[in-house]
């Protein structure tokens, strides 16, 4: 794979790549050297970019599933990338595009009901002081969860408002960034160093440390909104051209690439 990332940056000259979209890196592939596997990653993510309109022209965000990433472009250049957690294959993160409003720092959490069901409802009942601990409150039949460090979403999420629910936020469990296979959601995404991706957000003078001055300052929910609203792909992609023209192959984590439709009901499951 070496001799076949060298022969590509060699296609894709570094003066070239910022003005090629992903699927026209894809496009310029030459397969002939590939396995089999590598060829039907390449084809299936190509034809997904196809499917796609074409990206914008300024800020957006995209989700690459397989990758376990989340990068930030400004038009066809790539400002930066973070580690991502992703849905479990038997609670996928679908496939979609949406956009981002703002960044919400010590989000409460609405429970949803399947993970009330699961485990957050039996919990209230059983051992109601460790609930309220934990910062749970129970309303009739609603359930959520205070801000804190408890909480599911962690100190941040963004406003991503969706059709599937599908949250972009922080998380208590930041140790589980480490793993190199990150399939661990109800669906949601979970982001690593989550003020500093929403400093790359909300765009300069904001950085890391402003972000965690003013959540610990006011501890209470704050929603600072973004210039204008971001772009957001969420897709599937098992193979990528990396900016310095490498070819990137990633598990097939949903078995998408041999057919299967991929649409997956995250929904409700997901935290949001």
Not at 126 to 139: I, M, S, T
Request: aromatic share 8%; net charge positive.
């Amino acid at each position: 794979m070496a001799a076949l990332a060298g022969s590509l940056a060699f296609a894709l000259s570094a003066s070239a790549q910022p003005a090629a979209s992903p699927a026209e890196r894809l496009a310029a592939v030459d397969t002939a050297p590939l396995d089999a596997d590598a060829r039907l990653k390449v084809a299936a993510s190509l034809a997904r970019w196809q499917a796609l309109p074409s990206p914008p022209a300024g800020r957006w965000l995209l989700v690459n599933i397989p990758a376990y990433e989340i990068s930030l472009y400004d038009g066809l250049l790539r400002t930066g990338t973070w580690r991502a957690i992703v849905g479990k294959p038997k609670t996928p993160t679908p496939r979609f595009a949406g956009n981002v409003t703002g960044v919400i720092l010590n989000p409460w959490w609405e429970v949803p009901k399947s993970i009330v069901a699961e485990s957050v409802g039996r919990l209230v009942a059983r051992n109601p002081k460790k609930a309220a601990a934990q910062g749970y409150v129970r309303d009739g039949d609603r359930y959520r969860q205070r801000p804190g460090p408890h909480n599911q979403l962690g100190l941040m999420k963004l406003d991503f408002r969706n059709a599937y629910s599908v949250g972009i936020h922080d998380t208590p469990s930041r140790q589980l960034f480490e793993k190199e296979k990150r399939a661990f959601s109800h669906g949601c995404i979970r982001v690593d160093d989550p003020f500093a991706f929403a400093a790359a957000l909300l765009g300069e003078p904001t950085s890391r440390d402003s972000l965690n001055t003013v959540r610990e300052t006011n501890p209470d929910t704050q929603r600072l909104p973004l210039a204008e609203p971001l772009p957001v792909i969420v897709g599937y992609f098992t193979a990528e051209v990396a900016d310095d023209g490498a070819l990137r192959l990633f598990d097939d984590v949903y078995k998408l690439d041999r057919g299967a439709s991929g649409t997956a009901p995250a929904g409700d499951d997901c935290a949001r």
